[in-house]
């Protein structure tokens, strides 16, 4: 197996803030020891709900964020705590589509502008250059040379969207962070926008770590998937062989909520429903952090932290996660009411 192209190792990015009307100072455990590798020409898709750290991850990794302590390695390079030469090598490495292209794209500039900006600071050819190698690019995400003097408020937001994805190719990265690139688009756009993405990975040779809460999007385009929760991940495994057994709780009750296109087949299935809230990243619970919500707690769960640790072909942070019959499936159908 070659070398993966990305390779973070227990990551840990930690916010402090005021807590108390002294100033007492509290901690956001936004990333908590999160490791990850992503192939070459590989799709690595990370889930889990609102608020569990998967942008805080994507902001790590593209050095938006500092992050607090951990590794990351891109083509083979620590680029953790990179020197001012270094930092302006790294989006040559590694770029990122956010999830709303309207914020991410300057609306004083043109899509000429924005297209070629990145260009311009690597000092990539000629101002003609420059203009011929930003056509070349927005033909490439399926869009008419036309629109190159106009406006990001004068496009749709599938246009706007592939604009930043052309923005992103421009200095030839071999990883892109996708932050929910569709989720602020029309049902009806995002499956254009998945299939130009899915192209151009095999085009460009790209690899894409795709952020989602998308359950759907994630059994059709990743080749591995990693579940967090509230900064930790709890399960990652292949795609396929995660699809064919969940092996923790929360991976479980999450993916039981994905719709199905089958009637009858989702009549077959009963929906998990987690009890209570998410608990606060200031203060985690003690030992297992799903152990509040979990509806297989054991006392062992409340005192003690599972490890991240293989079972099978994957890994999974659970105590009970070598028991082959754990968590059971949920098959039986919903109650009627």
């Known amino acids: 197996m070659s070398a993966p192209v990305l390779r973070v190792d227990e990551l840990v990015k930690h916010y402090p803030v005021p807590s108390g009307p002294f100033g007492e100072r509290s901690v956001v455990h936004a990333l908590d020891g999160v490791s990850l590798s992503l192939g070459e020409k590989e799709t690595f898709a990370v889930v889990g709900e609102s608020g569990c750290g998967k942008t805080t991850l994507a902001r790590c990794l593209v050095r938006l964020v500092e992050p607090t302590s951990g590794s990351i390695r891109l083509a083979g390079r620590n680029v953790t705590r990179p020197s001012r030469t270094e930092r302006r090598e790294i989006p040559r490495l590694i770029q990122i589509v956010f999830q709303d292209p309207y914020a991410s794209l300057n609306p004083r500039r043109t899509i000429a502008q924005s297209v070629a900006d990145p260009l311009r600071l690597h000092a990539r050819?000629?101002?003609?250059?420059?203009?011929?190698?930003?056509?070349?690019?927005?033909?490439?995400?399926?869009?008419?040379?036309?629109?190159?003097?106009?406006?990001?408020?004068?496009?749709?937001g599938g246009q706007r969207q592939r604009v930043a994805i052309a923005r992103a190719l421009a200095v030839g990265p071999?990883?892109?962070?996708?932050d929910e690139p569709v989720s602020a688009l029309d049902v009806s756009v995002q499956a254009q926008v998945i299939n130009l993405l899915k192209r151009l990975q095999l085009e460009h040779g790209l690899s894409y770590l795709f952020i989602t809460h998308d359950l759907r999007l994630?059994?059709?385009?990743?080749?591995?998937?990693?579940v967090m929760y509230l900064g930790e991940i709890v399960e990652l495994a292949p795609m396929r062989s995660f699809r064919a057994r969940i092996k923790h709780p929360y991976s479980q009750a999450l993916f039981s909520a994905t719709p199905r296109a089958d009637p009858e087949r989702a009549s077959d299935r009963r929906r998990i429903?987690?009890?209570?809230?998410?608990?606060?990243?200031?203060?985690?619970?003690?030992?297992?952090?799903?152990?509040?919500?979990?509806?297989?707690?054991?006392?062992?769960?409340?005192?003690?932290?599972p490890e991240l640790r293989?079972?099978?072909?994957?890994?999974?942070?659970?105590?009970?996660?070598?028991?082959?019959?754990?968590?059971?499936?949920?098959?039986?159908?919903?109650?009627?009411?």
């Open 310 to 337: 293989v079972v099978a072909d994957r890994l999974v942070r659970c105590h009970f996660a070598d028991d082959p019959e754990f968590p059971p499936e949920p098959t039986t159908a919903p109650e009627q009411h």
């Open 218 to 226: 994630v059994q059709n385009i990743a080749d591995a998937v990693a």
């Open 174 to 178: 071999r990883v892109i962070v996708c």
């Open 273 to 305: 429903v987690l009890s209570g809230d998410v608990p606060s990243p200031i203060a985690p619970p003690r030992g297992c952090r799903f152990h509040t919500r979990c509806p297989y707690r054991q006392e062992i769960c409340e005192t003690a932290a």
């Open 125 to 156: 050819g000629s101002r003609a250059e420059r203009q011929d190698k930003v056509a070349d690019l927005l033909h490439s995400v399926g869009l008419r040379p036309e629109l190159m003097p106009r406006y990001p408020h004068e496009l749709s």
